[in-house]
């Protein structure tokens, strides 16, 4: 038996030894397996740990000591649930609160020169961040960064149509000694050689999120873009793209998928495999295009899931098969928090200067204002809400590994679907690990037979 990843200590340590039982072990439910060439991959979603077995092994794991102390095996009464909500109380109540805001959603504007049919933000008011409001933001980062290196997520509307702010934000923090770089959202159309040199220059800019929603015609007509100039859209965001990727700044690719441009997508891998092959920093990966808006999400049954599931299970199959999938290994720690809004450590600024906690509550669910200094501590906590758990919760393998917010729109409802998705992201990312685990074991005998 091989350890691929380790445990987390810290879970383990909380679960204490393993229990005795008179009637026999078992496999814990968290366990996911995954065969492959030279055994089987087991992973447990409780305690993070990635083990591989011999074919043997395996066939005989209920006799195995090291399973048990592992583990991953269970008396067959063992309550799993009860045992987890335990685990992750301890670790709340034991974890460090964290003493500063590092991590800041900034708002340029909740303009945009596109007009998506689906716009979370559609009847927003279209307001722009002043200059005045940006000076301020800057000085609130420092006030509450505590001289840390701060992470600045660009969001909009489009935040490129309002530039000027962002100069304002980033020289601010560079003459006040505060280290920071940044992120984006952006629909990359005014992604053009100035743009991206200060990106570069000033923004310290690491990496972009651009949305395409197929190839050049359905794109074209999706984004419905305010300009009348003759040039097509399409071909000006995939100039911006390469334009960053020369750059060095990472471009990950979202494709919002529905059924109306499943097919579409399929044609559209294969232009962007060709149109960047060979170029470094491109990632791509595919997502429902209604799951952030809770009326549409909630009129899906089951039955009408199926068919995007399928079609996402094909889309990513062809992304990774052009090697720019998008790909994690093993989250190391137990999730206790479900994203930003609940972490403690982020914050959204509003172009009005207000503040909140979610970048997808842009006129609400403000928790307080860069003016004043007084929290809206009911609204923080309400935010730390969990949404009510459903039957399927009491055996599913990805359990410790789900947080879900009441306030979220994402992740309200939990269909069969979402949580078979769960499973296959789970396997590959075991995958990925094993063959990083594949790749440092040939370096270290390769470095061995260089010793001899």
């Known amino acids: 038996m091989k350890v691929i990843s380790k445990a987390q200590q810290a879970v383990l340590k909380i679960l204490g030894n393993p229990q005795k039982s008179a009637s026999g072990y078992r496999l814990i439910k968290y366990c996911v397996q995954e065969n492959v060439e030279d055994g089987v991959l087991l992973f447990n979603v409780l305690t993070r740990e990635v083990l591989l077995l011999t074919r043997d092994e395996f066939e005989n794991y209920t006799e195995n000591k090291e399973l048990l102390d592992k583990w991953f095996l269970v008396p067959e009464d063992f309550d ?17 609160k964290p ?6 959603t900034i708002m340029t504007t909740t303009d945009c020169n596109a007009r998506c049919f689906y716009c979370f933000e559609k009847g927003c008011a279209r307001i722009p961040m002043s200059e005045e409001t940006a000076h301020k933001t800057a000085q609130y980062i420092k006030e509450h960064c505590g001289g840390k290196r701060v992470k600045l997520a660009w969001f909009g509307g489009e935040p490129l149509l309002n530039m000027q702010v962002m100069d304002i934000i980033c020289e601010d923090l560079k003459n006040a000694g505060i280290e920071y770089y940044s992120g984006m959202t952006s629909n990359g159309y005014l992604f053009c050689e100035d743009a991206v040199s200060k990106a570069k220059t000033l923004w310290n800019l690491k990496h972009v999120q651009i949305t395409l929603d197929g190839t050049e015609k359905v794109y074209n007509r999706s984004k419905a873009y305010i300009y009348k100039d003759g040039k097509s859209p399409y071909q000006v965001v995939l100039n911006g793209i390469e334009l960053l990727l020369d750059a060095g700044v990472q471009v990950a690719i979202r494709l919002n998928l529905d059924l109306y441009n499943a097919d579409d997508l399929m044609n559209l891998v294969d232009e962007i495999a060709e149109r960047f092959s060979g170029k470094k920093g491109l990632v791509m990966y ?7 808006d809770l009326s549409m999400a ?23 098969g052009y090697g720019i999938g998008w790909t994690r290994g093993i989250k190391k720690t137990l999730k206790l928090m479900h994203c930003m809004a609940d972490g403690g450590s982020a914050r959204v600024i509003a172009p009005k ?12 669910e403000f928790i307080g204002h860069i003016d ?11 935010w730390k809400e969990l949404s009510p758990e459903i039957p399927e919760c009491n055996d599913c393998f990805y359990y410790p590994g789900c947080v879900k917010l009441k306030k979220c729109t994402a992740n309200s409802t939990c269909y069969r679907h979402e949580r078979e998705a769960n499973l296959r992201e789970i396997k590959r990312s075991m995958l990925h690990e094993y063959k990083l685990w594949q790749q440092n074991a040939q370096k270290a005998d390769d470095e061995d037979e260089e010793i001899c």
Request: glycine share 2%.
């Open 80 to 96: 799993e649930k009860a045992t987890t909500e335990t685990v992750r109380w301890v670790l709340r109540n034991t974890a460090e």
């Open 99 to 104: 003493k500063h805001i590092t991590t800041y």
């Open 286 to 292: 595919a997502h429902h295009l209604f799951d952030t």
């Open 298 to 320: 909630q009129t899906h049954t089951d039955e009408e899931w199926e068919p995007r599931y399928e079609a996402m299970y094909r889309l990513n199959s062809k992304i990774d």
């Open 353 to 364: 200067g207000d503040i909140g906690l979610c970048e997808h509550y842009t006129d609400c």
């Open 372 to 382: 004043r200094e007084d929290i809206d501590k009911a609204m923080v906590e309400s």
